[in-house]
Nanobody
Framework: QVQLVESGGGLVQAGGSLRLSCAAS????????MGWYRRAPGNERELVAT???????NYADSVKGRFTISRDNAKNTVYLQMNSLKPEETAVYYC????????????????WGQGTQVTVSS
């Protein structure tokens, strides 16, 4: 089993920045990829960014150039630096981890964090 604990959400004005953290514990040796999803009210869950064990990253088109995913292997922690935030990016952000891959919808994902609220005011 793997446990994921997010932190770093909060309220920020449009154009501002936040950094989310996801600390992993447990059988992390089994994890190949970690990432972030978000779900806004009334919307489907969407994949924001992923990072593999080897450090390869992938981003949703809507966040490219503004968000950066990174990892600190010594701390077993993945980060999501979010810059130039927009009001429509208000959502609950979830950390996820999988032994194989993370799909666009998050279906069949092995492990989830509890989620952290990000609110962007206009």
């Amino acid at each position: 089993q793997v446990q994921l604990v997010e932190s770093g959400g909060g309220l920020v004005q449009a154009g501002g920045s936040l950094r989310l953290s996801c600390a992993a514990s447990g059988s992390i040796f089994s994890i190949n990829v970690m990432g972030w999803y978000r779900r806004a009210p009334g919307n489907e869950r969407e994949l924001v960014a992923t990072i593999t064990r080897g450090g390869s990253t992938n981003y949703a088109d809507s966040v490219k150039g503004r968000f950066t995913i990174s990892r600190d292997n010594a701390k077993n922690t993945v980060y999501l630096q979010m810059n130039s935030l927009k009001p429509e990016e208000t959502a609950v952000y979830y950390c996820a981890a999988d032994r194989f891959r993370l799909s666009d919808t998050g279906s069949h994902t092995d492990y989830w964090g509890q989620g952290t609220q990000v609110t962007v005011s206009s």
